[in-house]
């Protein structure tokens, strides 16, 4: 599987931007995927879960009521909804994909294929 993010880009706070994260191959509807950030000198975080079917979604709290994940299977397609940005959601973000054996995966090591990331800036 490979993943290709877009979207990314600079924003002021309050704004809005989405990104997408496009995955080869065609079994992508067998995979949960995931998204993660990581801001400079700190550790790649999880952001939200989204199983195979896109039924079930998890979040991290700091960005739970703001964010919102979503998958078209049929166009083998990932989508992060950032709403009310904040300065601290500066980071590149990267979306994930593993085989979805039915748990929830929010945790790095969970994941087996990553995309490159995309910068999201938040000014103040």
């Known amino acids: 599987v490979q993943l290709v993010e877009s979207g990314g880009g600079l924003v002021q706070a309050g704004g809005s931007l989405r990104l997408s994260c496009a995955a080869s191959?065609?079994?992508?509807?067998?995979?949960?995927m995931g998204w993660f950030r990581q801001a400079p000198g700190k550790e790649r975080e999880f952001v939200a879960t989204i199983n195979w079917s896109g039924g079930n979604t998890y979040y991290a709290d700091s960005v739970k009521g703001r964010f919102t994940t979503s998958r078209d299977n049929a166009k083998n397609t990932v989508y992060l909804q950032m709403n009310s940005l904040k300065p601290e959601d500066t980071a590149v973000y990267y979306c994930?994909?593993?085989?979805?054996?039915?748990?929830?995966?929010?945790?790095?090591?969970?994941?087996?294929?990553w995309g490159q990331g995309t910068q999201v800036t938040v000014s103040s």
């Open positions: 994930a994909a593993t085989w979805d054996s039915g748990s929830i995966y929010s945790i790095r090591e969970n994941y087996d294929y």
């Open positions: 191959g065609r079994t992508f509807n067998m995979y949960a």
